[in-house]
């Protein structure tokens, strides 16, 4: 009976996954045997590793597709994003990092004019790599599409102020339009593996996709920091202009690099959602808690319709938004309000009208069938004694 070599059957079975070095000849058989099965155990290692963070942390978790997403985001009116540094060296709380002031500086001047900014602003961090588009210290701003460039520590107080509060162009530098769709994708590992797990893949399926598509001037993919919602990684944020040129904020969960070519096809190029994956979007209204129900959603079957849920976008929210009076498809922030306002306060006192009418007549329609007769009964005791009461009278 023949028996298999031990060691000639775990190479074998390593060469199906890796590919052995060539080594100079002048090494004895023996040690060349030696380093290429030391290696091709290193990457058989690295290999399982892999796989376990990828059951662990990645797209093969057991939480996968476990919640419903709708409903998962925040209500919020404005998405301002920092180009800063690179996820390896954000901290877990960069908003609170002593070493990293610029965000930190950023994050409590938003946060100490809270009351005076007319829009709930989300602050994130997003990739900065020097001499590209997205350099650190630029600001990018969603739903404006308004990038300014170079912002420094000593102008962050002004910057807030200028283009936050008031609504103004800064005073200190001068806002460029960002065209094209913008795709961010949360790689925060420092904050959660499971993000830095799924977000350099992503980004990596989303570059290679975008190539293939010839779409390099029009979306641009970036790692960004914390947005909330761990465990529904991959989780992806897609700033882009709807069917009617409106630019609006979608969240994903669950996303895996299977999605990303639908994310392209359909949402981006298509304006379709694709439900199942739909964690909300910016501007939900705020006494829902940016939640929205699936019978809110268009048809009950977003994926056939080319509208966005819920469309609250830049011209909808034309009253309230603060940023750059520069901005795209005809958005300007600096507009007065005060006639929609006017608008809306009449319909509202129209329809709190309504219901008080409404309400009266459902009182009275609850009035049970006894209850009115007796008060016709009584009525008519009242008209019988005022009839008897005047007889009487007439004959004294």
Same mark, same amino acid.
């Given at each position: 009976?023949?028996? !298999?070599?031990?060691?000639?059957?775990?190479?074998?079975?390593?060469?199906?996954?890796?590919?052995?070095?060539?080594?100079?000849?002048?090494?004895?058989?023996?040690?060349?045997?030696?380093?290429?099965?030391?290696?091709?155990?290193?990457?058989?290692?690295?290999?399982?590793? @892999?796989?376990?963070?990828?059951?662990?942390?990645?797209?093969?978790?057991?939480?996968?597709?476990?919640?419903?997403?709708?409903?998962?985001?925040?209500?919020?009116?404005?998405?301002?994003?920092?180009?800063?540094?690179?996820?390896?060296?954000?901290?877990?709380? %960069?908003?609170?990092?002593?070493?990293?002031?610029?965000?930190?500086?950023?994050?409590?001047?938003?946060?100490?004019?809270?009351?005076?900014?007319?829009?709930?602003?989300?602050?994130?961090?997003?990739?900065?790599?020097?001499?590209?588009?997205?350099?650190?210290?630029?600001?990018?701003?969603?739903?404006?599409?308004?990038?300014?460039?170079?912002?420094?520590?000593?102008?962050? +107080?002004?910057?807030?102020?200028?283009?936050? $509060?008031?609504?103004?162009?800064?005073?200190?530098?001068?806002?460029?339009?960002?065209?094209?769709?913008?795709?961010?994708?949360?790689?925060?590992?420092?904050?959660?593996?499971?993000?830095?797990?799924?977000?350099?893949?992503?980004?990596?399926?989303?570059?290679?996709?975008?190539?293939?598509?010839?779409?390099?001037?029009? $979306?641009?993919?970036?790692?960004?920091?914390?947005?909330?919602?761990?465990?529904?990684?991959?989780?992806?944020?897609?700033?882009?202009?709807?069917?009617?040129?409106?630019?609006?904020?979608?969240?994903?969960?669950? $996303?895996?690099?299977?999605?990303?070519?639908?994310?392209?096809?359909?949402?981006?190029?298509?304006?379709?959602?694709?439900?199942?994956?739909?964690?909300?979007?910016?501007?939900? !209204?705020?006494?829902?808690?940016?939640? %929205?129900?699936?019978?809110?959603?268009?048809?009950?079957?977003?994926?056939?319709?080319?509208?966005?849920?819920?469309?609250?976008?830049?011209?909808?929210?034309? +009253?309230? $938004? !603060?940023?750059?009076?520069?901005? !795209? @498809?005809?958005?300007?922030?600096?507009?007065?309000?005060?006639?929609?306002?006017?608008? #809306?306060?009449?319909?509202?006192?129209?329809?709190?009208?309504?219901?008080?009418?409404?309400?009266?007549?459902?009182?009275?329609?609850?009035?049970?069938?006894?209850? %009115?007769?007796?008060?016709?009964? #009584?009525?008519?005791?009242?008209?019988?004694?005022? %009839?008897?009461?005047?007889?009487?009278?007439?004959?004294?």
């Amino acid at each position: 009976m023949r028996i !298999a070599h031990t060691s000639r059957s775990l190479i074998s079975a390593a060469a199906h996954c890796v590919v052995f070095p060539t080594f100079p000849l002048s090494l004895s058989p023996n040690l060349n045997f030696a380093l290429a099965f030391a290696m091709a155990s290193e990457d058989l290692s690295t290999l399982a590793n @892999n796989n376990e963070d990828d059951e662990k942390y990645g797209f093969q978790r057991s939480e996968m597709y476990k919640e419903t997403l709708a409903g998962t985001v925040g209500a919020y009116g404005r998405h301002v994003f920092l180009c800063y540094k690179s996820p390896e060296a954000w901290p877990s709380r %960069v908003e609170g990092s002593e070493s990293d002031l610029l965000p930190k500086l950023l994050s409590s001047a938003i946060k100490a004019r809270k009351d005076g900014i007319p829009l709930k602003t989300n602050l994130t961090l997003c990739e900065g790599r020097e001499g590209t588009d997205f350099s650190d210290g630029d600001v990018l701003i969603f739903p404006e599409m308004i990038k300014y460039r170079g912002l420094k520590d000593s102008e962050v +107080d002004s910057f807030v102020e200028d283009v936050l $509060v008031n609504g103004q162009p800064w005073a200190s530098g001068v806002g460029e339009v960002l065209t094209g769709s913008h795709v961010f994708v949360c790689s925060h590992g420092s904050r959660d593996r499971r993000c830095g797990v799924c977000g350099p893949v992503l980004i990596e399926k989303f570059k290679e996709e975008i190539d293939s598509r010839g779409l390099k001037d029009q $979306v641009f993919v970036s790692p960004c920091s914390h947005i909330g919602g761990h465990k529904y990684a991959g989780n992806v944020i897609i700033y882009s202009p709807g069917p009617d040129g409106k630019i609006m904020g979608h969240w994903y969960g669950y $996303v895996t690099p299977d999605d990303v070519p639908a994310l392209l096809d359909q949402h981006i190029e298509k304006g379709e959602i694709i439900e199942h994956l739909w964690r909300g979007q910016m501007g939900a !209204a705020d006494e829902e808690g940016g939640k %929205v129900d699936k019978q809110n959603l268009p048809n009950g079957d977003v994926k056939k319709s080319k509208k966005k849920p819920e469309e609250i976008s830049t011209q909808s929210d034309k +009253d309230n $938004v !603060a940023g750059c009076c520069q901005g !795209a @498809n005809g958005f300007n922030c600096c507009r007065d309000g005060s006639l929609e306002q006017n608008s #809306v306060s009449e319909e509202n006192k129209a329809g709190h009208e309504k219901k008080g009418l409404g309400k009266l007549s459902c009182q009275i329609g609850s009035w049970e069938q006894s209850d %009115v007769l007796t008060a016709i009964a #009584v009525v008519g005791a009242v008209a019988t004694v005022a %009839v008897a009461y005047s007889f009487y009278r007439r004959s004294g």
